[in-house]
């Protein structure tokens, strides 16, 4: 078993695809030196099941909230559900959640109410947020500043599976946020998003899976899962012209400086 020490920031482990074989996909990721993970909710069911697994194993911490896609979804009674899963112990942010206007499966008025009534819970508790993204930079800028001014963390979230560009990235890090990489950035044609990977502070960075879906190149086409997280690592690794364990002890102690600053924490072994 290799001692990496990698923390995988982003993954959705409840996802019905792992359901006949989590057990394996979790072993998997131990040999391969991750040593702890994140799971992420998408609306109800999934934060119950992320809180769930986080339950039944202390080296896997959970998130909930209501992805932008599934923002009509979110009744004012489900975001009370929100707001009573995030007391859990085993609860360290409220996430997945943001913007997404690439998509639009949800109308940008409710992406908009629900994501903001959702930072509301994480100030309210005093819990980070794991933010989603896409085709929205300009529109989550305000609701982040808001968020920032009623935050109680000195570390305020992650931007979730990274794809802006260098200043962008570097004014949301000034403001409190760590910046997650995943399998995009093992893609040839991302060089752009290496050469941006390479140029962002040590304190900046974390890894993520996004499991199961963005399988780093090698595993493009399959199902995602946390022990791929090596393999992005070792891109990150060779753009910013260092080591492996030098990235994966930058990362994790990132990841754990997220987790140790949470009154509802579940500490890594």
Do not use: W
């Amino acid at each position: 078993m290799t001692t990496l020490g990698l923390i995988d920031s982003h993954t959705h482990l409840q996802d019905e695809i792992f359901d006949d074989n989590r057990k394996k996909v979790i072993a998997r990721a131990r040999e391969e030196g991750v040593e702890h993970i994140f799971v992420c909710g998408e609306d109800i069911s999934s934060s119950q099941a992320a809180v769930k697994l986080a339950q039944t194993d202390p080296r896997i911490t959970a998130m909930v909230g209501f992805h932008p896609h599934n923002a009509s979804e979110a009744t004012l009674g489900k975001l009370d559900q929100v707001k009573e899963l995030a007391r859990n112990k085993e609860v360290c942010a409220i996430g997945e959640i943001g913007l997404d206007f690439y998509r639009n499966i949800s109308p940008p008025k409710i992406q908009h109410d629900i994501f903001e009534s959702q930072l509301s819970i994480a100030a309210e508790i005093g819990l980070p947020v794991s933010i989603h993204s896409r085709n929205a930079e300009n529109e989550l800028r305000p609701h982040l500043k808001n968020f920032v001014q009623k935050s109680q963390r000195e570390i305020h979230g992650i931007l979730h599976c990274f794809s802006g560009n260098l200043k962008l990235a570097l004014e949301y890090y000034e403001q409190g946020f760590l910046i997650s990489f995943a399998g995009p950035l093992t893609y040839p044609k991302n060089s752009e998003l290496r050469e941006m990977a390479s140029q962002l502070p040590n304190e900046a960075l974390l890894l993520e899976t996004d499991s199961p879906a963005l399988p780093p190149q090698k595993y493009r086409g399959k199902t995602n899962e946390p022990s791929y997280i090596k393999l992005i690592a070792e891109v990150m690794a060779v753009a910013r012209n260092t080591s492996l364990m030098e990235i994966a002890k930058i990362t994790t102690v990132n990841a754990l400086q997220f987790l140790i600053q949470q009154p509802n924490k579940t500490e890594p072994m």
